[in-house]
């Protein structure tokens, strides 16, 4: 009998392992997968998918496999907050998202208030990480640092030229446009013309009108690629050669798609081409050949999820709250955007910025490159 219960203890204690090494860890993609920014919900959920793969393939974080809960926020911040409490009822630790600025930051409270660790490859506005939170994090930089640059490169390459700016109303879009502006100012430039549009709209000539009455050459529009695409090709219908300066917004094969020939001179800020990067290649080759473009938010979603991992590693634990004050050590993340570090905010404390520039490819495609 003593012989049997040893041996049922010790088959019972073997479960326990296996059952320990196939555990689980939920993680979440939370990100536009419909609506007019879908788009850039598939760049993020590729480079997650891609990402959770590959770590599984090596054996998971801590021993546990990873496993994605998919939620769609459609770009709408109620439908994000219902997402954020989707994941807490299905025991989500970690979301990678969202996307949008206006989504991320009243899900954000959510996931505090559960214990939840967030990480956005995308939302840039400045209060996501302004409000002293233990659980905010992201791989992309923010609206502030991207509107200095965007007055730095609008001073030199149109000193003495008009320049409009025009935004989306939204919290990323009037956000950037604002700092924009604010930096422009700073410069001694005026603007001579501020103005809003409102997004899913269809048609924009009122404002058109007013910047060809302003004569301005350059618009800086704060937005998606969606309004920045029709507002490019109204432009040009109206005869209208203003050139059209955009974000990261803007920075996506779509803003072509909907603007047609019209977005050709176009120019936009945003961190430098990730795919140029070494540490990226293995990734980029993997991506390429499921036929999947590796552009704008995929790497930095797949370097959300490298953080995650590495800071776990760290902190010897998946508890959120652990790996959060692992990844807020200062130490360094060796990712596919390159090595990145985190500050008691949970911004990056080095990031760049590049400019880009759409123009036609030998094939006649219009795509844009890093200038």
Same mark, same amino acid.
């Given at each position: 009998?003593?012989?049997?219960?040893?041996?049922?203890?010790?088959?019972?204690?073997?479960l326990?392992?296996?059952?320990?090494?196939?555990?689980?860890? +939920?993680?979440?993609?939370?990100?536009?997968?419909?609506?007019?920014?879908?788009?850039?919900?598939?760049?993020?959920?590729?480079?997650?998918?891609?990402?959770? *793969?590959?770590?599984?393939?090596?054996?998971?974080?801590?021993?546990?496999?990873?496993?994605?809960v998919?939620?769609?926020?459609? !770009?709408?911040?109620?439908?994000?907050?219902?997402?954020?409490? +989707?994941?807490?009822? *299905?025991?989500?630790?970690?979301?990678?998202?969202?996307?949008?600025?206006?989504?991320?930051?009243?899900?954000?409270?959510?996931?505090?208030?559960?214990?939840?660790?967030?990480?956005?490859?995308?939302?840039?506005?400045?209060?996501?990480?302004?409000?002293?939170?233990?659980?905010?994090?992201?791989?992309?930089?923010?609206d502030?640092?991207?509107g200095?640059?965007?007055?730095?490169?609008? %001073?030199?390459?149109?000193?003495?030229?008009?320049?409009?700016?025009?935004?989306?109303?939204?919290?990323?879009?009037?956000?950037l446009?604002?700092?924009?502006?604010?930096?422009?100012?700073?410069?001694?430039?005026?603007?001579?013309?501020?103005?809003?549009?409102?997004?899913?709209?269809?048609?924009?000539?009122?404002i058109?009108?007013?910047?060809?009455?302003?004569?301005?050459?350059? %618009?800086?529009? @704060?937005?998606?690629?969606?309004?920045?695409?029709?507002?490019?090709?109204?432009?040009?219908?109206?005869?209208?050669?203003?050139?059209?300066m955009?974000?990261?917004?803007?920075?996506?094969?779509?803003?072509?798609?909907? @603007?047609?020939?019209?977005?050709?001179? !176009?120019?936009?800020?945003?961190?430098?081409?990730?795919?140029?990067?070494p540490? !990226?290649?293995?990734?980029?080759?993997?991506?390429?050949?499921?036929?999947?473009?590796?552009?704008?938010?995929?790497?930095?979603?797949?370097?959300?999820?490298?953080?995650?991992?590495?800071?776990?590693?760290k902190? @010897?634990?998946?508890?959120?709250?652990?790996?959060?004050?692992?990844?807020?050590?200062?130490?360094?993340?060796d990712?596919?955007?390159?090595?990145? !570090?985190?500050?008691?905010?949970?911004?990056?404390?080095?990031?760049?910025?590049?400019?880009?520039?759409?123009?036609?490819?030998?094939?006649?495609?219009?795509?844009?490159?890093?200038?």
């Open positions: 009998m003593n012989k049997l219960w040893i041996k049922g203890l010790a088959l019972a204690a073997g326990g392992l296996a059952g320990a090494a196939q555990a689980q860890v +939920k993680i979440g993609m939370a990100g536009p997968i419909t609506g007019p920014s879908a788009a850039t919900g598939a760049q993020m959920k590729n480079g997650v998918e891609q990402a959770v *793969e590959d770590i599984n393939a090596a054996g998971g974080i801590l021993g546990q496999k990873l496993t994605i998919i939620g769609d926020d459609a !770009s709408d911040a109620k439908q994000g907050v219902a997402v954020a409490n +989707k994941f807490v009822g *299905e025991g989500v630790k970690f979301v990678m998202g969202h996307y949008n600025s206006g989504v991320s930051i009243p899900a954000s409270e959510v996931y505090q208030e559960n214990g939840i660790f967030q990480i956005s490859p995308a939302s840039t506005n400045p209060n996501f990480t302004e409000r002293k939170m233990w659980n905010v994090f992201r791989t992309c930089g923010r502030d640092q991207q200095l640059y965007g007055a730095e490169v609008i %001073v030199k390459r149109f000193a003495g030229k008009k320049i409009a700016v025009v935004h989306d109303k939204t919290t990323y879009g009037k956000g446009a604002d700092d924009v502006l604010k930096n422009l100012k700073a410069k001694g430039v005026t603007e001579v013309l501020y103005e809003g549009i409102n997004t899913g709209e269809k048609d924009y000539s009122a058109v009108s007013k910047i060809k009455q302003t004569g301005a050459d350059l %618009v800086f529009f @704060g937005g998606l690629y969606t309004e920045g695409g029709l507002l490019t090709r109204q432009m040009r219908d109206a005869g209208v050669k203003t050139v059209l955009g974000g990261d917004g803007i920075v996506a094969g779509e803003f072509a798609s909907v @603007g047609g020939a019209a977005v050709e001179g !176009s120019i936009a800020t945003f961190g430098p081409d990730p795919t140029k990067k540490e !990226s290649a293995a990734v980029v080759k993997k991506l390429e050949a499921k036929k999947i473009n590796p552009e704008s938010y995929t790497l930095y979603s797949y370097a959300a999820v490298q953080v995650i991992k590495q800071a776990a590693e902190a @010897g634990s998946l508890d959120p709250k652990k790996v959060a004050e692992a990844a807020h050590s200062g130490m360094m993340f990712t596919v955007i390159g090595k990145l !570090s985190f500050d008691a905010k949970g911004d990056r404390k080095d990031v760049d910025w590049a400019t880009y520039i759409w123009k036609k490819a030998a094939d006649g495609k219009l795509v844009y490159e890093q200038m």
